[in-house]
């Protein structure tokens, strides 16, 4: 993987008499000074400015980059008070932002993530093919054995949640930190409204969808060393549970009924009260002849089962005109209205 990575940089830099898009990357620190020295020096030489966020780590990261790291690309951004890994990245968007950014690249301080991959995750936003590039590390069935076990069935659960209240039903990994956005897309997402802790990375898919951006998966590897993740499945599976569903109910709404109306705006109200009442009325019979030892009438059982499967197909077509109303088209070139925002000249040697 990092080998392609190498080669597909170089083949953008043969092709083209250089490479002029500024790009930022964003690292969030706390608690991670052992790893942070290191992951700078991977940052590759073509990215422009780095952001090292100290989100009021106890270790002070950002004195310790600034005493032990010399490199002039590095912006650092202390925060009085510990604003969680959302807040953290917030702070570095709006930073690449206002020095003119056009892809802003978020990296773990803690080494868990490649920084050679980056124009993987590049690469698609500038050719205009995606407006935000995630990592998926279940691509590689072969790679994710080196994954815990329970981290696999926690990202399958959550990946399941997330598909249903972010309307991106073809990504995996939702909680997956290694991203990228245009900067045009990003200045559109309403910060403070974005959760700041755990939930971010799923909430900024939800406030993508809202946008109509295009989010698409980067197969990367499963990496795991001697660093200690602060993120525990079994705490936040409830949390999760809630916001997913809050997040579902506003999606359908703004999508099905406030911005517009579609056949699929009446399918689903319409299958969840038929399941609803075949349910109902069929349980509550049910209950009746149970307690009266009688069979329950043919006529009650097909009264109470076709509801059921009417609602079934509501639902089943909805979800099925959700799926195929996913995010086509790029939300950054309607913005710039100039097509790619790859800034670049042909070599004249080939042209």
Known sequence: MMSTAKRSLEKLQSEHKYFDANIA????????????????????????????????????SGEFVRRHVRDERIHIICHDNNRGVGGAVISGYLAAIADGADVIVKVDGDGQMDPEL??????PILF???????????????????????????????????????GYWDLFDPTNGYTAIHADVAKHLPFESISRRYFFETDMLFRLNTLRAVVIDVPIDAKYGDEVSNLKISKIIGEFLFKHMRN????????????????????????LLSLLFGVIYGGYNWLESARA???TPAGTVMLSALPILMGLQF??????????????????????GNGVSLRWQKNE???
């Open 293 to 295: 030892g009688l069979p």
């Open 248 to 271: 579902f109910v506003k999606r359908i709404f703004y999508n099905y009924y406030l911005r517009g109306m579609s056949l699929a705006s009446l399918e689903l109200p319409l299958g």
């Open 128 to 166: 205009g093919e995606a407006d935000y590039t995630k990592g998926n590390r279940f691509f590689d069935l072969n790679q994710i054995q080196a994954m815990p076990k329970v981290r696999i069935f926690g990202n399958a659960v959550l990946s399941f949640m997330a598909k249903l209240s972010t």
């Open 315 to 336: 639902v089943m077509a909805f979800l099925g005109y959700d799926i195929a109303s996913m995010p086509r088209r790029p939300r950054h070139k309607s913005i710039r």
């Open 25 to 60: 990357v964003v690292i969030p620190c706390y608690k991670v000074i052992q790893q942070i020295e290191k992951v700078v020096a991977e940052i590759p030489k073509y990215v422009r400015n780095i952001y090292i966020i100290d989100d009021a780590c106890p270790d002070g």
């Open 118 to 123: 980056i124009p993987f995750f590049v690469e």
């Open 349 to 351: 040697t080939n042209t």
